[in-house]
């Protein structure tokens, strides 16, 4: 990503008014390349709780790892928080008849941010991630190949992740919570 388009402030600035900021295009085409291989050679553990959740949960793989906690990225992260970031992340593979429920509680967090690996991806699978406080949705974050999605959001705010229906076939949203 070409971080010099955008001064801090103004991304911080959105990032403050709308609660979320979403940077397309995150990474080099390289770069997504080897992290988007690497997910794919990720120890895999499936998780499934009935009527709770269905995803697979994925051993974070060394370069993404590495990524996590380089100087760059943290100074990145700080900068638009204007917090330091803890990070505790979480990478998840959703794919066709998986999904998360609202009362899920199986997901620590909180969390300031996804790293989104999904392949290309349609409106129409189902698979967005819903922001849900005091009984209202705040907002939708669809699976966007090579994105990084920032949040800052009221306390007691939920999330799921909608049911990927038929329509994805052999599709996966992946997504980094961290």
Known sequence: ???NLFSAATLRNELTTQGFLELPDFFTTDQFALFHHSIH???ETPSFSLGLHAYTLLAIPKP??????????QSLLTSLTKNPVS??????RFTKGDYTLLHDTS???PFTGIL???DTWKEAFGGYISFICN????FRKMPRKNSLFLFSLPENTRFFVKYINSLAKD??????FF
């Open 41 to 43: 050679e990720a120890k």
């Open 87 to 92: 990070l505790h992340p979480l990478l998840l």
């Open 64 to 73: 993404i790892t590495s990524f996590l906690h380089s100087p760059g990225f």
């Open 116 to 118: 989104d690996f999904s």
């Open 107 to 109: 997901l620590p967090g």
């Open 171 to 176: 599709k996966e949203a992946c997504f980094l």
């Open 135 to 138: 009984n209202t949705e705040l």
């Open 1 to 3: 990503m070409d971080t």
